[in-house]
Structures are given as structure tokens and as C-alpha cells.
């Protein structure tokens, strides 16, 4: 299959069309590829429909694209059935409870395939903006395989990855919004030791661009990559596809997700395997 990975800037809209148009011309210059994965926040350039006050206002930005939901839902799903493929939609905040949560959804050509919300805040999330935690992974069997969705900061964390590789995920898809190099760098280290480790592949997509209208999202920074384990399967340098560095646009590449089996299998290390030999371990008095 064909994946692509967007390396997403963030726009200003006057009107919901504007978006319509941007998100319909990306699924278009994608043309060919099976599985389409949008960055975390992404959506957030949606709180420009309210205006600059809203847009710059941390509170009322979250409460303006969270009421858009509708739309980008049927907008996704008419993308996805037109193109006959699979989106991974960007991430924004979704008010199931008096605090949002950040949501992912994934789409198929069918409809919706389901959800997975962030796991883990960051300091930013949960000390300013009051974004909360929905703990519980999800595993999407779909045509193109098993999928698991880590949302950025949740990338970061091993155990939250070998949760999903138990389960016998075989790609995973990691939606990434940091307004750093340190931060990019953090999200991509998790997402390669996750390849590293589960014997898998790893697709991060991250916002890039500056956007002088929302404090949320003023610095982007990064670069969209799909990743394998280095483990005589895949490129030596467990990067199977990147782009440049703070560049808008796709990141594409051809994966079969067979190899995944052999990667477990017949790799030159077994990390998925003798996972468990680890547990044991400890300190020697």
C-alpha cells in the first residue's frame, strides 16, 4: 500500500468553504495513496472562523472548532469515498465532558472507522489549556492492516506502544504537533523506538509553519517521515521516508506490511519477541 504523511501548515479561513477547499486539494495532491495521515491540532486552524478574538483566546478557540465537528466529519467521509482511501483526519478537541479531550478520527471509504483520543497531556495541555486525558487505546482492523493511533506526546512512552503491539499491530500512526526542534525530536525518537521495538511501522505527521493569530499553535515545527525497524528488513536507517525540515507537503511511500511478520519473525534482533525477558530485570543489590 501507499502511505502518505503530512507535513501540514495552518491556515486562516474567512469562511468554512476556505477549509473545504485546503483539506480537498491535500486529499487530491495525495491521489494514489491508501492511507492519508493529517496531523495533531490540525484542526485548530478552524478557531479562525470565529474571528481573531476567538482565534486568540485559548478557551473560546477549543469551544469554536469543537462546534465544526459535523462538517469536517462529512467532509472527511465524502474525501475519503471519492478517493477511495483511508484518512487518518487531523486532531482537535472534542467536548465529551466539561473539559475537551483531543481527538483523532479515522475514515474509511465506508465511513467512520472509529476514534482513538489522546492518552497523556503535556505540561502545555493540562497546566494552561485544560485538555484532558481519555485513557484506552484502540485497535482499527482494517483493509490495509492492524492500525494503533499515538497521538504525539503518547509516542513517547514504550509501554503505551507494546500495549498495541501485543495486540498485533502492524502500523502506527503518530499525528504530531510541537513548536520546538527539542519537541520534534522527542516525538520522532519515540516514534522510531516504537519501529525499533515492535517490529513495526511508524508514521508521523507533524503541523509545521508559524501562525501569528493562535497562541495554541504560533511555532510549528518539524518534519513528516515514515519510519521501520532497522532490523535488516528495511532501510538501515530504520527511516523508510522524510521530508524536509519545516516544509509543507506530502511525504509518500510504498510499504507492504508483510515484512512486518518477517521483521518479528526472521529479523536480525527479535525485540518484539524478547519483549517479555525485559520484565524480569532488575537491580543488582
Not at 482494517?142 to 514504550?158: M, Q
Request: hydrophobic fraction near 45%; include cysteine; charged fraction near 20%.
Amino acid at each position: 500500500m501507499k502511505i502518505a504523511a503530512a507535513a501540514y501548515p495552518i491556515d486562516w479561513f474567512d469562511r468554512f468553504a476556505d477549509y473545504e477547499a485546503k483539506l480537498t486539494a491535500w486529499v487530491a495532491d495525495a491521489a494514489g495513496a491508501d492511507l492519508l495521515v493529517f496531523p495533531e491540532y490540525g484542526a485548530m486552524e478552524l478557531a479562525s472562523l470565529g474571528g481573531r478574538g476567538v482565534a486568540g483566546d485559548l478557551e473560546a478557540s477549543l469551544h469554536e472548532v469543537a462546534r465544526h465537528w459535523p462538517r469536517v466529519h462529512a467532509l472527511h467521509l465524502e474525501l475519503a469515498a471519492r478517493h477511495g482511501c483511508h484518512i487518518l483526519g487531523a486532531s482537535g478537541p472534542v467536548f465529551d465532558g466539561p473539559r475537551p479531550v483531543n481527538r483523532a478520527v479515522l475514515y474509511g471509504r465506508d465511513g467512520v472507522i472509529g476514534h482513538q483520543d489522546k492518552q497523556i497531556m503535556t505540561r502545555f495541555e493540562r497546566e494552561v489549556w485544560h485538555v484532558t486525558g481519555a485513557p484506552g487505546l484502540r485497535i482499527f482492523d482494517t483493509a490495509l492492516g492492524r492500525i494503533g493511533i499515538l497521538i504525539c506526546y503518547d509516542s513517547e512512552f514504550p509501554l503505551l506502544g507494546r500495549v498495541l503491539a501485543q495486540a498485533g499491530v502492524e502500523l502506527l500512526l503518530v499525528p504530531s504537533c510541537t513548536d520546538t526542534v527539542a519537541g520534534f525530536n522527542r516525538v520522532r525518537i519515540g516514534a522510531m523506538a516504537r519501529a525499533l521495538e515492535s517490529q513495526c511501522v511508524v508514521v508521523q505527521a507533524p503541523t509545521v509553519g508559524s501562525c501569528d493569530w493562535m497562541p495554541a499553535l504560533d511555532e510549528n515545527r518539524g518534519r513528516a517521515a515514515i519510519y521501520g525497524p532497522p532490523d535488516g528488513f528495511w532501510p538501515e536507517t530504520g527511516i523508510i521516508a522524510e521530508g524536509p525540515m519545516d516544509r509543507p507537503g506530502w511525504v509518500m511511500a510504498d510499504v507492504d506490511l508483510s515484512r512486518v511478520a518477517q521483521s518479528r519473525r526472521d529479523g536480525a534482533v527479535l525485540p518484539h519477541a524478547h519483549w517479555p525477558e525485559s520484565r524480569g530485570i532488575g537491580l543488582i543489590a
